[in-house]
C-alpha cells in the first residue's frame, strides 16, 4: 500500500487518521459496519449524513463504523493490478468481511459507482448470488424513494431518516447473528422494522405495453407498503460535536450546523422538499450549544447553518444574530446558504459582512411570474430585485441566479424573462450610487436542465429532448450579451440519463449492469461521463430511453415508487399537477395547510 500511495493523486484520500477518527478494536464489537459513499473522498466527507451516522453508529460499543469511499481512476487501476480489494479507511480492513454495508444513494449518477465498488470489494453485484457469510448490502438516501433500478443488486432499502431505523436494524442483526441465522431468516426480520423494504420479497408484473399492473408480494413478512421513517423531535438526538477534520480541501470543508428538516414551500420540481415533510425544527437553545461545541472541537474558521430553506427557520434572525456575535469574536464565519431573497434583512447581510464575504445566491428557477406560479416558487420579480438591492447596498458585488430550463409549459417568452431579469438586475446595481456600491458587478446565471423525479407534483411530466434544451441553451448563451453577466450551463445528455434512471423501473438494472461493463463510473464527472455507453446499454437491453425520459405519464398508471408511502398523498400531487397547469399558486405550509398526508406524522409544523 506505502508503494502504491505514492504513485496516485491526492493519497490522503485514503489514509485516514484524521483528526477526531474513531478508532476501535474490530474483535471487540459485534458488528462491523461500512459507511460506502460512492464518490470520491472530497465529496463524500462533505457529507452532512455521512458524519451523523459515524458518529451515531461508533456511540454504540458493539458496533464499529468504518468509512469507504470510492478509489479515483489512478487508485483503482493499481488496487486491481495488485488485487487489493476495496477496504475500510479506519483499519485498511477489507470490506467483504464486514457485516453490513450501507451506500448512500445521494444521486443517480452514481449508480455505476456502486456497482463498482460492489465488484472491487469483490462481492457479487446481484443480491441473489449472495452466499451465507456474505455481508448484506444495503442502501438509503433520496434516490432509494424510487429504489427499483437498482433493487436486484440490494438486500434490503431504508426509506426515510436513518438514526433510529439503522439502530433497530443493528439490534435486529446481533439477535439473527446470536441465532446462526441464514440470510433469508435476517431478511424477513428486518422486513418487519417499518421503513425497510426487501426488494427480493417484491415482484413487478407488466402489461404488454411495457407499463407496470401490479406488484405482487412474495412474502408474508413483506408490508404492502413501506413507510418513510422519521425523527420526531429533532433535539434528542446526538448531534456530532467531534467532527472529523480532514487534511485536504473537501467540497464542503466547514462545520454544518442542520437546522431542520423539511420544507414549508412546495416548489413542484423539487424531491426534497416533499420526501422530507413535514418541517421540524431543533431549538435555538441546542442549535447554539452544538456550534460552539463544533467550533471548540474542530477549528474551523466557518459555520453553515443548513437545511432546504434556511431563513424558514422561526427564529431564524435571532439564531443568526447570536452566533454572529458569538462566533465573530473567533473571527468564524457564518455561512447561510438557502435564503429566500424576501426574507434577507439588510442588517443581517451587514453583520455577516464583518468577518468575511463571499458571494451571494439566489434561486430565481425560472424567468417570468406566470412559470414562477407553475413552478409553485412563491417569489415576485420585486422580490428578487429588492433581494439583490440589498445586497449590493451591503457591499456584495457578486451575485450567482440559479435558473431552470424545460420546465413544464415553458415557453420562449420565460427563456426572453431569464435576460430581462439578469438585465435588470444589473440596472439595480447601476442605481445605487458609486460611493454606495463595491466596485465589479459579476452576474452569473446559472441554468441547469429540468429532471422530473418521483414523489413530485411534476413526476408524470416528459423531460424536453436533447436537441430542444440544447436550442434553448443557444438562445440564452445569444441573448445574454451584458458585459457583467456570464452565462453557465451544463451539457444535457448527463440530465437526460439521470432522468431515466430517477423515473425507471427494476428493467433498467441490466442496463446498469450493462454500462458497468463497458467501464462506465464517476458518470457526475463530466470527462468520464459517455453518453454513447449508456445509449448502447438501453439498446442492448431492449429498454427504450425516451419512455422513461420524453413520455408523459398517465395519472393513472402504477409507477414503479408506488409500493414506497412517504405520507404525503398521490391525490395530493395530482391537485397540485393541476394546480400547475392552470398556473395557481398553493400557500405555504405555515400559511395554509393544504393537506397533503404528513399531518399524520403530527409532529412539526403539521402539529402546529
Known sequence: MKNILKLVEKPIRYTGEEINMCKKDPSKVKIRYAFCFPDVYEIGMSHLGLRILYDLYNRREDTYCERVFAPWVDMEKLMRENDIK????????????????????????????????????????????????????????????????????FDFFIMGEGEEV???????????????????????????????????????????????????????????KVTKRIIKDLDTLTYPDKWLVPYLNVVHDRAMLEIFRGCIRGCRFCQAGY????????????????????????????????????????????????????????????????????SVSLKLMDEMNQVRKSGITFAPEAGTQRLRDVINK?????????????????????????????????????????????????????????????????????????????????????????????????????NLTNRAVKFNWHEPEISVIEAALAKGDRRQS??????????????????????????????????????????????EEVLPWDLINIMVSKEFFKREYQNALDGKVTPNCRANCAGCGAAKFNVGVCFE
Open 166 to 224: 439503522n439502530m433497530e436494524i443493528n439490534d435486529v442483526y446481533i439477535e439473527w447473528k446470536e441465532k446462526h441465522g441464514t440470510r433469508q431468516e435476517f431478511l424477513e426480520m428486518v422486513a418487519q422494522i417499518e421503513g425497510v423494504y426487501v426488494p427480493s420479497f417484491y415482484e413487478p408484473v407488466y402489461r404488454e405495453d411495457g407499463k407496470i399492473k401490479e406488484y405482487q408480494i412474495l412474502n408474508p413478512n413483506a408490508k404492502e
Open 86 to 153: 476495496l477496504f475500510a479507511l479506519e483499519t485498511k480492513d477489507e470490506i467483504r468481511n464486514f457485516d453490513l454495508i450501507g451506500f448512500t444513494l445521494q444521486y443517480e449518477m452514481s449508480y455505476t459507482n456502486v456497482l463498482n465498488m460492489l465488484d472491487l470489494a469483490g462481492i457479487p453485484l446481484y443480491a441473489k448470488d449472495r452466499t451465507e457469510g456474505m455481508p448484506f448490502v444495503m442502501g438509503g438516501g433520496p434516490c432509494t424513494y424510487n429504489p427499483e433500478p437498482l433493487a436486484p443488486f
Open 510 to 555: 441490466a442496463v446498469l449492469q450493462k454500462v458497468f461493463e463497458k467501464g462506465c463510473k464517476f458518470d457526475s464527472w463530466g470527462e468520464f461521463f459517455d453518453y454513447q455507453k449508456w445509449l448502447e446499454a438501453f439498446e442492448e437491453a431492449g429498454i427504450d430511453i425516451k419512455y422513461y425520459t420524453e413520455r408523459n405519464i398517465d395519472l
Open 275 to 342: 420526501i422530507y415533510r413535514p418541517v421540524r425544527e431543533k431549538s435555538k437553545e441546542r442549535l447554539e450549544e452544538i456550534a460552539s461545541n463544533l467550533i471548540d472541537n474542530t477549528g474551523y474558521e466557518e459555520i453553515s447553518l443548513t437545511s432546504l430553506s434556511t431563513s424558514d427557520y422561526t427564529e431564524f434572525h435571532d439564531l443568526a444574530n447570536d452566533l454572529i456575535s458569538k462566533m465573530k469574536p473567533k473571527n468564524v464565519n457564518l455561512s447561510l446558504p438557502s435564503l429566500r431573497i424576501d
Open 378 to 478: 412563491g417569489i415576485t420579480e420585486e422580490n428578487i430585485l429588492k433581494g439583490c438591492d440589498l445586497a449590493f447596498r451591503s457591499g456584495w458585488n457578486t451575485i450567482k441566479l440559479y435558473f431552470m430550463i424545460g420546465l413544464p409549459t415553458e415557453t420562449y417568452d420565460d427563456l426572453q424573462g431569464i435576460v430581462d431579469l439578469a438585465n435588470k438586475i444589473v440596472d439595480v446595481y447601476y442605481a445605487i450610487p458609486k460611493a454606495e456600491r463595491t466596485k465589479g458587478l459579476s452576474v452569473t446565471v446559472s441554468a441547469s436542465t429540468f429532471v422530473p423525479k418521483p414523489f413530485t407534483p411534476f413526476q408524470w411530466f416528459g423531460q424536453n429532448d436533447i436537441e430542444t434544451i440544447k436550442e434553448k441553451q443557444e438562445f440564452l448563451r445569444k
